[in-house]
Every structure is written in C-alpha cells, then in structure tokens.
Nanobody, 123 residues
Framework: QMQLVESGGGLVQAGGSLRLSCAAS????????????ISWFRQAPGKERELVVA????????YYADSAKGRFTVSRDDARKTVNLQMNSLRPEDTAVYYC????????????WGQGTQVTVSS
C-alpha cells in the first residue's frame, strides 16, 4: 500500500513561484518507492487532465511537458519518499488542481493518486 499527499498549493501572482511537494507513505513506499515513476498532473476547470512532469528512478529519466520546460523543475528524494515540483514564472494558465500520481516502472497505468492541491495564478 502506498499513499500520496500533495502540499504547497496556493494563490500567487503571475510571475511568482510555488513549490509543490508529494509525500509518499505506507509499506510499499517504504520498501519500493524507487520502483515507481512519480508524476505531476494538473486539471483546470473544463479541461482534460494533463501530464506536467514525470520522474523515474534517476534524474535522467525525467519528462517535462512543453508548458513546463524552462519554468518547472522536479526533484526526487527516494530516501525521504518525496517528489517536489518547483514552479517559477507562473502564468494564469497554470491555474489548476495539481495531482501527484505513481505507476510501477514499465507500466502504462497510474494506479496511485493524491487528493490534489489547488494552484491559482492571478493576472
């Protein structure tokens, strides 16, 4: 069993920064966290959920959506079972609920999701 909890969302002005954190807990997290790809998704009102960034078991195994490149930076700490998302130069279009999700390495399905954290960027 593994649970994911996001934190760090909030209200920020355009051009500002936020740092989101995803903390994993549970027996599976304790023993097998490094076997999981951890990703951040977001969903804005009236829009489909989109993948923002994904990080595998090494920093080289990282994917950024075009909308995140150059502005967002993901970091993973397997010892602490956390994945952080540093978001800089935020834009109003970044406003969304951000979700942390996990899938087993090599799998196509995300089976573990957090509850989400709201990010609102004002113009």
């Amino acid at each position: 069993q593994m649970q994911l909890v996001e934190s760090g969302g909030g209200l920020v002005q355009a051009g500002g920064s936020l740092r989101l954190s995803c903390a994993a807990s549970g027996r599976t997290a304790y023993n097998y966290f490094n076997n999981y790809v951890i990703s951040w998704f977001r969903q804005a009102p009236g829009k489909e959920r989109e993948l923002v960034v994904a990080v595998g078991w090494t920093s080289a195994s990282t994917y950024y959506a075009d909308s995140a490149k150059g502005r967002f930076t993901v970091s993973r700490d397997d010892a602490r079972k956390t994945v952080n998302l540093q978001m800089n130069s935020l834009r109003p279009e970044d406003t969304a609920v951000y979700y942390c999700a996990a899938k087993i390495r090599g799998s196509s399905d995300y089976t573990i999701w957090g509850q989400g954290t709201q990010v609102t960027v004002s113009s």
